[in-house]
């Protein structure tokens, strides 16, 4: 693959700016690369009230708009807010609840990643001028031989986040910069010290933005009301009950802590079943799975599935990978069977195809076949 390449000019590119060190950094790069640079910093908070947002806002709030706003005129840039909130509601935080609902664990960042990063601010991007976007994310952007553009791997593995951009479509790819996935994280910071950037030593944040103090239960119960189901049974793969659960949004496929069933050993959640209000509860190895299928395809390194094929796949952001192979079974829809089984399948998650450390595709994990 040929790495997709830089433009020398006085291309316009609108970098996000998180009010992070790697978003600020790549506005640096891109400057010196000879881009005309805007930063750009999302709203995307739903309450209206400058102390909620100050509160509750991680990448959301004020304080990440002030960073941003201050290392902008550092660089010398102009930076704008724009406005996402309607299409984080809808794209982000309501597709979050749903998933929930249906007994599924979503991953809100690939979400925010295509429809309001990509799709949103790259639309607003173009209507203003703009040649590109950019972002701080450590991928990088290659050119298959067949002239697809696809993500991947940064120069380091630890801070890798190809997994989560796997929904990007080729329109996107082809108007979007990753200056960042050049460098590693320790090499990101030494720039913004060497640069005296406001944010060199600010911390990178680990929480989904809308909910900071990581209670997704009590966030859904606010945003779903009566919808949330209360509580039902746990159950054995065979329908014994064995005690009562708290309801299915506080679970997730292969969670061992919170169960508070006294079995004598450990016991871990292998399925949640929505219609019926029931968690199953099975053994350390009722957890492993073989076989999963996948559908919400999106072709990336590669342009289709003819036949069935061998390749690296992550099921989960932190999951290093395991072999498996691939076959289109239905419209949409893709069979994954893994050589060697591997731990907790989650319907609700993305699977994403690697092949030499780039993304072939990827799809929203909907059913599995587990191994007993």
Not at 295 to 316: Q, S, T, Y
Not at 320 to 341: M, N, T, Y
Not at 343 to 364: K, M, N
Request: proline share 4%.
């Amino acid at each position: 693959m040929e790495r997709k390449g830089s433009y020398m000019g006085k291309k316009k590119v609108v970098v996000g700016m998180s009010g992070g060190v790697d978003s600020s950094v790549a506005a640096y790069l891109l400057k010196e690369q000879g881009y005309e640079v805007i930063g750009v910093t999302m709203q995307i908070w739903q309450d209206e009230s400058r102390e909620a947002q100050e509160e509750n806002g991680g990448c959301c709030g004020w304080s990440a708009v002030e960073d941003a706003r201050r290392v902008a005129g550092q660089l010398d840039i102009p930076h704008y807010v724009m406005n996402f909130k309607e299409e984080f509601k809808c794209r982000v935080m309501d597709y979050f609840v749903e998933e929930y609902l249906a007994g599924r664990t979503p991953n809100p960042c690939i979400a925010c990643n295509r429809y309001v990063k990509w799709e949103s601010m790259l639309k607003r991007s173009l209507e203003i001028g703009a040649d590109y976007i950019a972002t701080g994310h450590y991928a990088r952007i290659m050119v298959t031989p067949e002239g697809r553009y696809a993500i991947c791997s940064s120069v380091t593995a630890k801070k890798d986040q190809t997994y989560a951009l796997y929904n990007l479509t080729q329109e996107q790819l082809a108007h979007t910069l990753m200056p960042v996935g050049e460098y590693t994280k320790e090499e990101i910071r030494a720039i913004a010290v060497r640069e005296g950037l406001a944010v060199a030593h600010k911390p990178d944040s680990q929480e989904i933005c809308f909910i900071p103090d990581h209670d997704y239960a009590a966030f859904i119960a606010k945003e779903a009301g009566e919808r949330v189901p209360g509580c039902g049974n746990f159950v054995t793969e065979q329908g014994q009950i064995l005690g009562q659960h708290r309801g299915i949004t506080h679970y997730t496929v292969g969670q061992r802590k919170g169960l508070h069933l006294a079995m004598g050993h450990p016991v871990f959640v292998t399925r949640i079943i929505p219609e019926t209000n029931e968690v199953v509860i099975g053994e350390a190895e009722d957890v492993f799975g073989d076989t999963l299928y996948c559908d919400h395809i999106n072709f990336m390194g590669m342009a289709d599935l003819p036949r069935p094929r061998e390749v690296l796949a992550k099921i989960r952001y932190a999951h290093a990978g395991e072999r498996c192979v691939i076959e289109q079974v239905a419209e949409d829809v893709i069979k994954c069977s893994f050589l060697a089984p591997v731990r907790a399948i989650t319907p609700g998650q993305a699977v994403v195809f690697y092949e030499d450390g780039c993304v072939l595709g990827g799809g929203s994990i909907r059913r599995t076949n587990t191994t007993a």
